[in-house]
């Protein structure tokens, strides 16, 4: 069995701060994905993984959420981003990227992309 890579010790005090304090958008988002509200799918906020924290994480379809604000659109958040999805890629982690703007414009759009990549559907 592998070193342990969910919710590791020296990241929780990060973890519980992102949690106190979502941005609108991912507070708008877990207010649909919370309570299994999406399908029967019961999604986490701010779950970490190896040394990164994800805003949403739902590990029975081992999907990952992301809502992006302004600064992962500079040079270096793209880069960053780039690097994280590659490895989350690599565990066999599907990665959702959405814009902030667009829980706001279109919540349903994104509930169905998500939804989407649900391998299964459930009675």
Not at 51 to 61: L, P, S, T
């Amino acid at each position: 069995m592998g070193k342990p890579i969910h919710t590791l010790k020296h990241l929780k005090e990060n973890r519980t701060a992102l949690r106190k304090q979502l941005t609108p958008a991912e507070a708008t988002l877990w207010n649909v994905l919370k309570g299994s509200q999406l399908e029967g799918r019961k999604f986490i906020r701010q779950h970490s993984i190896g040394n990164y924290i994800a805003d949403f994480y739902c590990k029975e379809e081992r999907l990952i959420i992301e809502l992006d604000g302004h600064g992962h659109f500079t040079t270096g958040g793209q880069q960053y981003d780039s690097e994280r999805d590659e490895w989350l890629t690599s565990l066999e982690y599907t990665v959702l990227r959405f814009e902030n703007k667009l829980v706001f414009s279109n919540l349903e759009e994104v509930l169905s992309d998500i939804a989407s990549h649900f391998k299964s559907k459930k009675a």
